[in-house]
């Protein structure tokens, strides 16, 4: 049925804005100055899709003159295009690939596909194999039978690596905080060192003794490996650790412990990031009802510094804010070798101070950092054991490039919850990341 050209007029009006419609619709269309002409173009099929975004009367008079001239013309699928040249779509027309060639597809190229590594680095089986030469290891360990309060750290490892797949060979322009850094600009992934993820250790639920055992072996075994030729300073593997609770601290430090104390023997500095102090005396926290509860993600500091782990004087708690059962706690950490930095005194010092501070604390000793993702503000992340007035994702990388020069021996983040079914789990992983990023980072530039 056909309307009249009046009723269409009215149509046009309302719904067209001033534009003019396509010709499939109309035969007749207004103009803003309310003559009415007749579109005596051909449709396209660009024009049945797209021609009421753009067929304006004068793009319908340009193509209405290159019509009449022969220089446009239609195809047999209504598409316009130019008679005396290749049209786009022929120009780009893509000629497949026999269906024998793979080439394009043998190696994986989406940031979000293919089988998930940290930061996409070849995976490799390296509690066997051990002379494959290997300068940074990666390795997970899912186990979360020491936390007091949220469970879901198990599943950390995974988190990590899930929120790492956005980093790869490329160049932040953050990355050190001057341009006098050497990590300027440092593409950490692509200078010569060979980094791996070793995918994680098995830890069996059931048992915390058996599972930490686990833990402690599968360290050993990675940092039995040697160093390739290019790494300067370290004949042994570094191992960067992605938890766990805080439980798990006690196994990667004393592998790390083992394998890279110095002469003097004073263990390791030990820079403990952390909202809560992790040295509690087991006879307050967790022990007193059996032996077995003594050790847990509260205490596994005490234990590191009582074996002779934890270099006295020269080890710093950062971040921390969460109460003390009693005044009992604050001496007893003492004793047990550590400084203290809160997390209000970042507002007082500046990140770069903090970062200053660490670095005089530790001084050329070697040191292990431990990274609790608690020490982020409990609004940023899910934790075992979340709270307020923490720091933001930027002061905690300033504070880390600060820490250019350190001599890193090892290193892990922990207490990263990423449960199935959880809210956030996303953010969490991805600020985890961010933060092992960052440790590589620096273990990468010691070697420069
Ligand atoms: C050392 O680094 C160079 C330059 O990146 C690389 O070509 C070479 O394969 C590396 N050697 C080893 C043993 O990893
Ligand atoms: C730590 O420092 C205090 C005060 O400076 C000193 O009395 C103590 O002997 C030091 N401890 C060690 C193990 O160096
Ligand atoms: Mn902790």
Not at 114 to 137: M, R, T, Y
Request: glycine share 8%; hydrophobic share 35%.
């Amino acid at each position: 049925m056909k309307f009249q050209a009046s009723v269409l007029l009215l149509l046009v009006a309302n719904l067209t804005n001033g534009h003019i419609l396509p010709q499939q619709y109309l035969e007749l269309v207004e103009t803003p100055d309310n003559t009415v002409i007749e579109a005596n173009i051909p449709n396209s099929l660009m024009d049945t899709v797209f021609g009421d975004l753009i067929n304006t009367e004068s793009v319908i008079q340009t193509k209405s003159d290159k019509l009449a001239s022969g220089e446009l013309s239609y195809d047999e699928v209504g598409t316009l295009k130019t008679t005396n040249y290749h049209s786009y779509y022929e120009s780009k027309k893509i000629n497949f690939p026999d269906k024998d060639d793979v080439s394009d597809i043998v190696s994986d190229t989406n940031l979000y596909s293919g089988i998930v590594s940290f930061a996409h680095l070849p995976i490799k089986q390296c509690f066997e194999n051990l002379d494959e030469e290997i300068d940074i290891a990666i390795v997970g360990a899912p186990f979360d039978s020491g936390v007091s309060y949220t469970p879901g750290t198990r599943f950390g490892p995974n988190g990590i690596r899930q929120g790492s797949r956005r980093l790869f060979g490329g160049i932040s322009p953050i990355r050190g905080n001057s341009k006098d850094s050497k990590l300027y600009r440092l593409p950490i992934y692509n200078t010569g060192l060979k980094l791996v993820d070793c995918g994680d250790v098995p830890m069996i639920p059931f048992d915390a003794r058996v599972a930490l055992d686990q833990l402690y072996r599968g360290q050993h075994a990675i940092h039995k490996h040697k160093t390739s030729s290019n790494s300067t300073n370290f004949d042994r593997t570094r191992v960067v650790t992605l938890g766990g609770d805080h439980t798990v601290s006690l196994m990667n430090i004393k592998s790390a412990y083992e394998t890279f104390k110095n002469s003097n023997d004073d263990g390791l500095a030990i820079i403990h990031f952390d909202s809560h102090i992790d040295t509690w005396d087991p006879k307050v926290l967790g022990g007193g009802i059996t032996e077995y509860a003594s050790l847990n993600h509260g205490t596994f500091l005490h234990y590191a510094a009582e074996a002779g782990y934890v270099s006295h004087n020269h080890s710093v708690h950062v971040g921390i804010r969460a109460p003390y059962i009693s005044d009992y706690d604050e001496k007893h950490d003492k004793e047990c070798g550590f400084q203290t930095i809160t997390s209000k005194d970042v507002d007082t010092l500046t990140p770069r101070g903090v970062g200053r501070k660490i670095k005089e604390i530790v001084g050329d000793r070697p040191v292990y950092l431990t990274f609790d993702l608690d020490t982020f503000d409990a609004g940023m992340i899910n934790s075992g054991t979340l709270e307020a007035g923490g720091l933001n994702s930027r002061e905690i990388m300033t504070i880390l490039d600060e820490l250019e020069g350190i001599k890193l021996v090892g290193c892990d983040i922990v207490e990263v919850s990423t449960p199935p079914n959880s809210i956030g789990n996303d953010i969490t992983g991805l600020l985890a990341a961010q933060v092992i990023d960052e440790l590589i980072g620096l273990m990468v530039v010691s070697e420069l």
